[in-house]
């Protein structure tokens, strides 16, 4: 039975794949036999020595996805040296945690040009090369505040509430094809963005956990393995669905 999770002999593409979030995604795929290739704006030193025990199943990509005028150039470049390509997971991510009048315009469409806008352009240029193949897997991290309201986060709420209109629409349109669009909501998970949010503010930990049945945050791996499944052919006719990995969150109170 667990031979229907296995992701032996195919490749993934994760934006943002060497911290937090992707790297437990990075981790688990390769725990199920597949490979990854890493993308992020960073140079490739910054995460060597993270990336450097995987081996040769993992590579690393640098590219910005917001420089969306050479997204389709840099797929081009991408299928050359790795040929199919099988899943994509748009997880990159970036955050600005400023009350409304104090957030700017460019802090807001700073943090919809990582999230959306990049994703969308990245998803689009894989699409032919999936649709050839009539196979693949669209995963996008999707987040608690694209169903909550949450205080000082205007940009990432409207962003990643688009990401659940982007699935849905895409759904409709390229599930004939063979390829599977689904997202990850995850909860409250203990990574450094996570911390970067809510260090020094007890108050609104207090609430993520008051309102968290489970009465802890989740771990990056949780995420992981929910990745795993939803790429696998367990989830072979599964599409245009958002799986909630919060504790119970959303529901509880």
């Not at 999707?142 to 940009?155: D, F, L, R």
Request: glycine fraction near 12%; hydrophobic fraction near 40%; aromatic fraction near 8%.
């Amino acid at each position: 039975m667990t031979t229907i999770f296995s992701l032996e002999g195919r490749r993934a593409i994760i934006t943002g794949g060497a911290t937090g979030l992707g790297l437990a995604m990075t981790d688990c795929i390769v725990q199920s036999g597949g490979s990854v290739t890493v993308v992020s704006s960073s140079p490739k030193e910054k995460y060597q020595d993270i990336l450097a025990p995987y081996g040769d199943k993992v590579s690393y990509e640098q590219f910005d996805i917001t420089c969306t005028d050479r997204t389709e150039a840099f797929v081009e470049g991408l299928l050359e040296r790795y040929g199919k390509i099988d899943i994509l997971i748009n997880n990159a991510g970036n955050h600005c945690k400023k009350p409304v009048e104090e957030m700017s315009v460019k802090d807001y469409t700073d943090v919809l040009n990582v999230h959306l806008v990049g994703a969308y352009a990245l998803t689009r240029a894989l699409l032919p090369h999936m649709r050839a193949n009539r196979k693949g897997s669209i995963l996008f991290l999707t987040s608690m505040t694209g169903y909550i309201g949450m205080p000082s986060v205007c940009g990432y709420a409207t962003a990643k509430s688009g990401v659940l209109g982007l699935i849905r629409s895409l759904t409709s349109e390229v599930s004939g094809d063979g390829i599977r669009v689904n997202g990850i909501a995850p909860g409250w998970i203990d990574t450094p963005m996570f911390r970067r949010a809510t260090d020094g503010d007890d108050a609104r930990k207090n609430k993520i956990l008051g309102r968290t049945p489970m009465n802890k945050f989740g771990e990056p791996a949780d995420i992981g393995w929910a990745c795993v499944y939803l790429c696998s052919d367990a989830a072979k006719f599964v599409t245009g669905t958002v799986l909630t990995v919060d504790g119970g969150a959303v529901t509880g109170f």
